[in-house]
């Protein structure tokens, strides 16, 4: 049976730079302002784990 469009499963792997709520959450998770997570989305992509380094500064 196929999946109905809109209706898919979240990718907890991805962080979307569009999407407020999740954009505070890394936020909030990282103790950075919202704008660097965004900086962060930009620069290295939506794989949360690269981002998630680069506002570590690792």
Do not use: C, F, I, W
């Amino acid at each position: 049976m196929e999946a109905a469009l809109g209706n898919t499963p979240q990718d907890r792997s991805r962080v979307a730079g569009k999407q407020d709520h999740e954009v505070r959450y890394e936020a909030d998770k990282t103790g950075k302002s919202k704008a660097e997570v965004k900086d962060a989305v930009k620069e290295v992509g939506n794989s949360r784990k690269k981002v998630e380094q680069k506002l570590d500064g690792k």
